[in-house]
């Protein structure tokens, strides 16, 4: 077995059509259309897992109150459901290698439909928290499945741009998600917020099974992996330390991302003495620039020839100037504050969306691009797991403006982490 260029293969194993060694043996490129339909069905199946996932944050307040249950126990579910879904990636990467996305994508998405309708039809907080636990199991399929089932349709040179568009997935599936559960929940009340979106992703998942195709055409002469080779490709994935530099990277971006998404209009509210409201208009500029920065990091990396590093760094550095300048401009009023955290979102989900798909691709190449993405994705939700005690335990003993700079000092640290996958890179380049 070795590595060539950081793609894992074995050792009598074709470079992959798809990879950045594939581009220079393929006869012809996938067919567009065919790319087209991978590229619609994976986005709208990663955004549809959104839409399972969603619906307690906006619930919680009602179901404390229908049901009695604690602070405690609502924390519990929330914890449950994080450690199951950061466990679940490490798994997922490998099932999803060795037996293919679709059908890993398709089961996860009935599982999560399934998980989902049972807690919207439980009434108990035990319930609740197993069902939801499971659910984490069943959305960790998520993330290495779409990533994987994308890798072998789009070459390194293009994969950038492409995979900046396509993680707008979850940005776009976030935001959707969450005004879908409000709407529902206002309007039909809170099972309705379980039930309906639980319907819509099954749909997905039988969508998938029918119609994702893993392979393009170009590859069919290539002969049909088994698990063994599938083990050894994500033994080698495993072996390789900027794999592990990216999950340790996205551990810094996920722990603020997260943070960011959960803390902010609570900081706009009772911090900036913003109304309830306003609050939650004025947190959607982070989404908003985020959306924006995955673009532009992918598009960036690929005029580099595919170079991510010197990408990634640099805006790990521009985050850590960002989340400075909204420190002392978010009291100023609310169109500082609104510009300010746009830039933040800009600078975050471009080294975000980089780090755990493209640069996943690149390390792991087609027949490890699911593990490569599971490991970073499973470290990184470390971070998100960890997001609510270091939130609640700096602003409440040191204050807000404290948090911002352990923001500020994550993101150095996330820069200096990516250094080694810079330097990589760029020693390559000469």
């Known amino acids: 077995m070795r590595k060539t260029g950081g793609v894992v293969r074995t050792a009598n194993q074709r470079p992959a059509a798809g990879s950045e060694y594939g581009a220079r043996v393929s006869s012809q490129a996938p067919d567009r259309r065919a790319r087209v339909r991978v590229f619609a069905l994976t986005w709208i199946a990663y955004a549809s897992y959104y839409l399972c996932r969603k619906q307690l944050s906006v619930s919680k307040s009602h179901l404390q109150d229908a049901f009695q249950l604690s602070l405690e126990t609502l924390s519990a579910i929330d914890t ?53 636990a499971i659910n984490g199991v069943a959305q960790s399929t998520g993330w290495p499945g779409t990533v994987k089932a994308m890798t072998p349709w789009f070459g390194a040179a293009e994969r950038g741009k492409v995979m900046g568009l396509w993680s707008t997935c979850y940005q776009v599936g976030g ?6 559960a409000t709407r529902l929940l206002v309007t ?43 083990l050894d490709s994500s033994l080698a994935a495993l072996r390789q330390p900027l794999v592990w530099n990216l999950g340790a990277a996205y551990f810094c971006l996920k722990l603020i991302r997260y943070s960011l998404l959960f803390w902010l209009p609570l900081y706009l509210h009772k911090e900036l003495g913003y109304s309830e409201g306003n609050a939650g208009y004025l947190s959607l500029s982070f989404e908003a620039g985020g959306v924006a920065g995955a673009v532009a990091a992918g598009a960036a990396s690929d005029r580099l020839t ?86 609640a335990y700096v602003a409440a003993h040191y204050g807000w403006p404290a948090l911002f700079q352990v923001f500020v000092g994550l993101a150095v640290l996330c820069a200096l982490v990516l250094t080694p996958f810079a330097l990589r890179e760029l020693r390559r380049a000469t």
């Open 80 to 132: 449950g459901f994080l450690i199951a879904y950061a466990a679940g990636q490490f798994a997922s990467g490998f099932l999803c290698d060795a037996f293919g996305p679709r059908r890993l994508l398709a089961a996860g998405m009935l599982l999560s439909a399934a998980a989902t309708t049972v807690f919207g039809a439980s009434s108990t907080g035990a319930v609740f928290a197993v069902a939801f």
């Open 175 to 180: 935001l959707v998600a969450t005004a879908l």
């Open 188 to 230: 039909w009340g809170w099972r309705a917020a379980f039930f309906v979106p639980a319907a819509w992703t099954a749909a997905v998942g039988v969508a998938i099974f029918l119609w994702l195709h893993e392979r393009p055409v170009t590859h069919a002469s290539q002969p049909p992996r088994d698990w063994r080779a599938s």
């Open 306 to 391: 595919g170079r991510r590093g010197p990408v990634l760094v640099a805006m790990s550095l521009g985050l850590a100037g960002a989340l400075y300048v909204y420190s002392v401009a978010a009291a100023i009023g609310p169109v500082a504050n609104f510009a300010a955290m746009a830039l933040v979102g800009f600078m975050l989900f471009g080294p975000d969306a980089l780090v755990s798909s493209t640069a996943a691709q690149d390390l792991g190449g087609e027949h490890a691009a699911g593990t490569a993405a599971g490991i970073i994705n499973g470290v990184g939700s470390v971070g998100a797991i960890a997001q609510g005690a270091v939130t």
